[in-house]
């Protein structure tokens, strides 16, 4: 059982999960009024999770 890629496969979902999110606040969000402190929020928090998650899950060697 490898704590890294178990760890790094969390953080990629999670990363998965806040881009989808963002996605769905930019695309349900009228043309006048946009949040886009929280959009440009989750969107980065989602791409930082993610490239992480995959690079931590990339760099780990098997035992």
């Keep these: 059982m490898n704590l890294k890629r178990i760890f790094g ?6 990363g998965i999960v806040g881009m989808i999110y963002a996605a769905i606040l930019f695309v349900n969000s009228p043309n006048d009024n946009m ?3 929280s959009l440009v929020t989750y969107g980065i ?3 930082v999770f993610f490239m992480s998650g995959v690079g931590l899950v990339r760099t780990t060697k098997d035992e």
């Design 9 to 14: 496969a969390i953080l990629t979902i999670l």
């Design 35 to 37: 949040n886009i402190k």
């Design 45 to 47: 928090l989602g791409l």
